[in-house]
């Protein structure tokens, strides 16, 4: 069948182009911009109330609807043991430093001293039944008790015995308690001098499953229910919580804000506040002692006098619980009772305000999910784009002095706010197509851990710790992450500053780590001890760090061409050749068709080794096909692929799924030709994620079942899981950089089920424009770039293996790759013969 002319083949473009379109609707700005999910204000509101308790009235006035009441009458006093009543237990913990930094025991005796402050710590971390029994000098009748856990962990199952004075008798079993406090009736007062409490169950806090009980009283204590409104924000958000007072009764009555990411770990305390990693004196609530008078209270870290009445400050969450009540230790600053009006909640929203009119770039498809994923990836990375202050950031010696005041990139919202290259790695590709007015944010971060690099050529991975984290990969992301930098921003001025820098990285740290069979082998030099991106136990030529350094060893060779140090660049590609075939030779596994995650241990294969393998080459093509298969079939789950195929690395190996290791592996099987289960893994992790509380955001890690992977713990906002948009921009639109600061650069769309995207990446010449669809009957596919006047690059469209033919602008032209093309051009591609 005869081609038809340029004539006809534009029109059947012009006419593919117009039905595949996405027009804005009118006076609504650009189409894609309904993906945008960041506030459109830093004042941010509540959009529901989720819960009450107690005497609440009109709740909806924290919304601005009215005034939001709270009243709570002065408990009576509680009941206490007679003088000389004893505890004893199973166990109990050995006095340390608590999370004030202040001396506490944890003996036995401190469930029954009357002081809610103070609590029974065991000793024996997630191993039950722990054992407290309570002897009293004479008889006492008692129709129940009252047991008041600590927050760090609630009781939840638990057994009450009596004794009889020749045996134990069941008084009570509790199971599933979710209450600090709860009550324990007994069926009639039982006359006993001693009350044995078996505790078999807790619930996880993510600060060790103990057994913790701060008081047990002598009776049922009947207190009126703290009073309590829950609001949801919609998605996590970050910032300073501001209250709008409306009056107190006499006498300062408390409130106490606890924060939460998910309503799951959101109790009386925060999920994981800064004061739980050693900050402050309060355990994880923000106090305020109200005024008499009207008034706005804003979130400030600190105490209003000496330890007491304390604040974090700055929160990353979705859910925020205020109730009428005080810390004992509180007192006289504030009282656990009274009437606190309040009509507003708000957050001053401080990180970086991602708008419509902030995008530089963007994307958008046919597929409605994966536009959602690419905007709730750049939400995620706004949330942790956030200048760096002294009183936000980890308290675990995180503070520095040569970051304080400037942009950066944290790694989560809520914790550990510190920027880790780790997660630049990741987050600074997408803040690159995103906003290009925030590249400081990830400059600012490495040229930092560069000026705090150790003499042998070792980089921090951070601040924490004063800079002295001991990890073994992370120097080789500070590589990567730079050349990155430059490719995308063109800045060569830091690039050359920091040459120094990158020579000692790979000249001097990582040849004390090679061994005769040039391979990486962590344990050489010192470093047995330290840890990785996950704090993993792995030691020995591990195919992760091998394939990571051919990787590094591939990006400093690029920037040292860029830079005119060729033999410096043909020493990196020459180590990493050598670095590759060691791998090959040692580290692939031919029965399970996929590399090894080590060559110590138990026989195990991990998504990062296969992962970096397949992207950096080290695998041909028939070896990244047998590996990418390997991970699909092994590796498997519904809310993404695990990290590794079975358990004997971590318990939870099979089951724990990070989108840090994942995006590696999505890019490789859009690049290996597949890019259908590419897309399939991005629904099902970023899907999952999506779908699940808080929504949105990219969680730090996904355990058993699509849990939180570590509990309360886990950051459900970080900046290491946004892959999802440089994989979708880069990969499936197909557009990326090739030369410095976009001189050059290349689309290859990979479209799989996609029949159509758009999107536009700035450049520091102007925004580089890509859309394609693909086509009906004989125009197979469609591209039209645009490129900003002073750069040029190569363009391949698909053919799917078929006969066709391609043009460039209507005119035919020989292959399916262009090269050198400058300005805009479309191409077209037809089925020859059908």
Not at 552 to 571: I, K
Request: aromatic share 10%; with cysteine; hydrophobic share 35%.
């Amino acid at each position: 069948m005869r081609i038809r002319s340029a004539t006809a083949i534009g029109a059947i473009v012009a006419t593919l182009l117009a039905a595949t379109a996405t027009p804005a609707v009118a006076g609504s700005g650009p189409s894609w911009a309904r993906y945008v999910v960041a506030p459109s204000s830093r004042a941010v509101k509540p959009v529901r109330i989720v819960a009450t308790t107690g005497a609440v009235t009109n709740p909806h006035g924290l919304l601005g609807q009215g005034v939001t009441t709270l009243s709570r009458p002065q408990p009576a006093p509680r009941p206490a043991w007679a003088a000389g009543a004893t505890a004893t237990a199973s166990s109990f913990h050995a006095p340390n430093n608590g999370n004030d930094g202040q001396p506490r025991t944890y003996e036995p005796g401190n469930a029954i001293d009357g002081v809610t402050d103070t609590f029974w710590n065991d000793d024996t971390i997630a191993a039950f039944p722990d054992v407290l029994t309570i002897t009293t000098p004479a008889a006492v009748a008692l129709p129940g008790i009252t047991l008041l856990s600590n927050p760090d962990g609630v009781i939840k199952d638990f057994t009450v015995e009596t004794w009889s004075g020749s045996a134990w008798q069941p008084a009570a079993t509790v199971a599933g308690n979710t209450a600090i406090q709860v009550r324990v009736p007994f069926t009639a007062p039982v006359p006993t001098t001693q009350v044995r409490i078996t505790v078999t169950g807790v619930q996880s806090s993510g600060r060790g499953d103990f057994t913790r009980v701060n008081e047990v009283y002598p009776g049922l204590v009947a207190d009126e229910p703290v009073p309590s409104v829950t609001v949801d924000f919609g998605q996590v958000v970050a910032g300073y919580p501001v209250l709008r007072l409306a009056g107190a009764s006499a006498g300062n009555p408390g409130l106490r804000l606890a924060f939460s990411e998910t309503k799951q770990y959101l109790t009386d305390v925060s999920d994981f506040t800064r004061s739980y990693n050693g900050d402050r004196i309060t355990p994880g609530t923000d106090q305020v002692a109200v005024k008499t008078e009207p008034y706005t209270w804003t979130d400030t870290h600190g105490c209003a006098e000496g330890t007491k009445v304390c604040a974090d400050g700055l929160h990353g969450f979705r859910y925020l619980k205020i109730s009428l009540d005080a810390l004992a230790a509180d007192a006289p600053l504030t009282q656990p009772y009274g009437k606190v009006k309040i009509d507003g909640v708000s957050l001053d929203f401080t990180p970086f305000l991602g708008t419509p009119s902030s995008y530089t770039g963007w994307f958008e498809s046919s597929d409605k999910q994966l536009n959602k994923y690419w905007y709730d990836a750049s939400y995620t990375n706004e949330l942790n784009t956030d200048t760096f202050r002294s009183d936000d950031v980890d308290p675990r010696g995180a503070d520095s002095p040569t970051l304080r005041g400037k942009l950066v990139l944290h790694d989560g919202p809520k914790r550990d706010r510190d920027p880790y290259v780790g997660d630049v790695a990741v987050s600074g590709r997408t803040a690159y197509l995103t906003h290009h007015q925030v590249a400081e944010a990830a400059k600012n971060v490495l040229a930092d851990l560069a000026d705090h690099q150790r003499p042998d050529g070792w980089i921090p991975p951070a601040s924490i710790n004063n800079y002295t984290l001991p990890l073994f990969d992370y120097p080789l992301y500070w590589v990567t992450s730079s050349w990155d930098y430059v490719l995308y921003t063109g800045d060569t001025g830091y690039a050359t500053t920091y040459y120094p820098h990158l020579l000692k990285v790979l000249d001097t740290w990582y040849p004390t780590l090679t061994n005769s069979r040039g391979l990486l082998e962590k344990g050489l030099n010192g470093t047995g001890g330290y840890g990785d991106y996950a704090f993993l136990g792995r030691t020995g030529e591990v195919t992760y760090y091998n394939a990571l350094y051919v990787m590094a060893l591939q990006n400093a060779a690029e920037l040292a061409e860029a830079l005119g140090h060729a033999d410096d660049a043909a020493r990196w590609q020459a180590r990493a050749g050598t670095v590759a075939a060691a791998v090959n030779t040692h580290l692939w596994d031919a029965t399970a068709g996929a590399y090894l995650d080590s060559k110590v241990g138990p026989v195990r294969h991990g998504q990062d080794g296969n992962g970096y393998a397949v992207l950096t080459g080290i695998a041909d093509p028939a070896r990244a096909t047998s590996a990418l298969g390997y991970l699909a079939t092994s590796t498997a789950t519904p809310y993404g692929n695990s990290f590794m195929d079975n358990n004997t690395l971590v318990p939870d190996g099979r089951d724990r799924v990070y989108a840090f290791t994942s995006y590696p592996e999505i890019q490789a099987r859009f690049r290996a030709g597949q890019a259908e289960s590419a897309i399939d893994e991005i629904k099902r992790l970023y899907g999952w994620m999506a779908a699940h509380d808080p929504g949105i955001t990219g969680w730090e890690g996904i355990g058993a079942g699509g849990s939180h992977y570590q509990g309360p713990y886990t950051s459900a906002a970080h900046g290491w899981s946004t892959g999802v948009l440089p994989a979708l921009t880069n990969e499936l639109l197909g557009a990326t950089p090739t030369g410095v600061g976009f001189s050059t650069w290349s689309v290859t769309p990979h479209p799989g089920t996609v029949k159509w995207a758009n999107g536009q990446l700035p450049t520091p010449h102007g925004p580089l424009r890509v859309s394609w669809a693909t086509g009906k009957g004989r125009v197979a596919f469609t591209l039209t770039v645009s490129a900003p006047r002073g750069t040029s690059g190569d363009v391949t469209v698909p053919t799917g293996g078929q006969a066709v033919k391609v043009f460039l602008d209507g005119r035919p032209v020989p292959g399916a790759t262009l090269r050198g093309l400058t300005g805009r051009h479309t191409i077209t591609v037809t089925k020859i013969g059908s």
